[in-house]
Structure formats: C-alpha cells, structure tokens
C-alpha cells in the first residue's frame, strides 16, 4: 500500500538529479596541487608536477563516458596534428602525457608511468588508455604495456622503435638503419646492460614481449615509412606486425610509401582515430 508514495518519491529525486552519478558518468578530477591551465590544440589542459616532473592533461570540451584517454609517451609536440591526439581529444577523448626523460622505456621509466598511470585512474580516467608511442617512444608503450596489460587497450606507433637492436643498436653489424651511437651507450647504462652482448642477448623487446598484450586483448597499429631508415620497418612494426598476427592478436600496419622516418603520422589520421576509438576500452 506504500509503493505509490515510495515510487513517486524516487521519480522526484531522479528529476531533480539528487542520486549519485554512476562512476561512468563522473567527471575526473583533475585539480592538482599547484596545477595551472593553458590552451593545447584548443583544448584546456592543466599543467603540473608529478613526482618532480612535467605533466598535463588535456579536458576534452565534452568527455566520452568512462573517460578514455590518450597517452602520448614522448614526443607530445612532434607532428601532433598528424598523429591523432587533438583528433581524439575532440571526439571526446582525454589526452596526457608525464615526462620520463630521454630514458628508453627503462625499467626505472616503465616504474614512474605506472605511478602516473595509476594517480590518474584514481581521479577517474579510464583504466586502459590508448598510448601514443612516436619513434622512441614506442619503446616505451610497448616496455609499460608488457609489464601492465591489464593497464592498456591500443598501442598506436608511429615509425616506432620496438627493437633496441635495430634503433639505436644499428650501429651493431647486421643491422640495416644507421643506429646512434650515443643513445646506444645511454641504453646498456640505463638498462644495466654490462656491455653489447649483453644488449644484444636482451629478450625484453617489444618484437620479443607480445604474449601478454595479446592475452589482454591490446589493438595495435602501426604507421610505417617505407623508406625509413633510421628506424627500419622491417626490424620493427612490421616483425611486430607478423608477430602479432601468428598470437592472434588484432594488428593493423599503414604503410607510407617513399617516405623515410620523417613526417610522422598521416596527412588525414582518420584512419587511426576510428582505430582507437573502436577498440579504446569505454567502460
């Protein structure tokens, strides 16, 4: 005999938009300490420091449900119009980025995104977001992503290194881009590799860690220069490519012909926004 009364009274308060939100529909709280706020691509993005390091966050004018993200490892000001990130951020897309340094995707890296990572799940982002791994950067995508699957639903790379052996180890015979020296010391120190054999007898590669990310269901993609010759596609997106493909993981590979390391990205990066927000965990 009381239901009448009990169920107008839930009407009233789901008018008057009293009841919680769900956690979907929350908006993310992204008011850091000490953060402040610029214009990135015509998007609001909060500046701040994490752990003692340069990071932001880019606030879509209207969030997706859930709040996916994009997550730009290094680069974030390379070719950026190209490579999908403002594309996102317009469609509803969150996008980040947290500087690690010129470090390889190094252990002690790999540690640090997953702080950032997870500081920012806490706020409410989503749990897997899609990362955006440009020319070294992928290394780094890849090197979280093998370590954290469960944290990732698409990994986009874009003429992406994904074997130190090839980039910047192609200064070691065998290899067929011209490598960097330099960066190759930076590597064995960071990695604490003792010498090159050591480097080279590493198994921790994006090509030689794709198990997991197939297992956990990781999209990939990856844009290719065909003439690429500082980080050759065949010793990297492409043996990712195949690779993948043989673990029946799902892989896409866009090839640029004629065109060499440089400009990254796609005249048109459609093709790689439909990408990932098709396959970009929504919940």
């Known amino acids: 005999m009381h239901r009448r009364p009990f169920l107008l009274a839930l009407l009233a308060l789901l008018a008057l938009g009293t009841l919680a939100p769900t956690t979907a529909g929350a908006a993310a709280d ?36 859930g709040n996916p993200w994009s997550w730009c490892l290094m680069f974030p000001d390379a070719f950026t119009e190209r490579c999908a990130a403002p ?19 190094s252990p002690a890296a790999v540690a640090k995104l ?10 409410g982002l989503s749990p897997r977001p899609a990362l955006i791994g440009i020319s070294r950067g992928s290394l780094y995508a890849h090197r979280f992503a093998a370590d954290h699957p469960d944290k990732v639903s698409v990994i986009y790379g874009d003429a992406g290194v994904c074997d130190i052996r090839s980039w910047p180890g192609g200064v070691v015979a065998g290899r067929k881009g011209k490598g960097s020296a330099g960066d190759w ?3 064995k ?11 080279l007898a590493w198994t921790g590669n994006p090509v030689d860690t794709l198990a997991p990310l197939a297992q956990a269901g990781v999209a990939l993609i990856h844009v290719v220069g065909d003439a690429d010759d500082v980080v050759p596609p ?8 195949e ?16 065109i060499g390391h440089h400009p ?20």
Do not use: C, M
């Open 189 to 199: 120190k960071l990695y604490g590799f003792a010498d090159d054999a050591a480097a």
């Open 185 to 187: 010391a930076e590597v």
């Open 243 to 258: 690779r993948y493909r043989a673990l029946g993981g799902t892989v896409v590979v866009i090839h640029k012909p004629g």
């Open 234 to 241: 065949e010793e990297n997106g492409l043996v990712v490519a």
């Open 30 to 65: 992204l008011d850091f300490p000490g953060a402040t706020v610029d214009q990135w691509h015509g998007h609001a993005r909060r500046r701040f420091q994490f752990e003692g390091a340069e990071a932001w966050v880019v606030i879509p004018a209207t969030p997706l449900p």
């Open 264 to 283: 990254h990205g796609l005249d048109d990066p459609t093709p790689v926004v439909e990408f990932v927000i098709r396959h970009a965990s929504l919940e």
């Open 87 to 105: 594309a996102l951020v317009a469609r509803g897309f969150h996008h980040a980025f947290l500087d690690v340094g010129n470090t390889f995707g």
């Open 114 to 123: 997953a702080r950032f990572h997870d500081e920012l799940v806490r706020r």
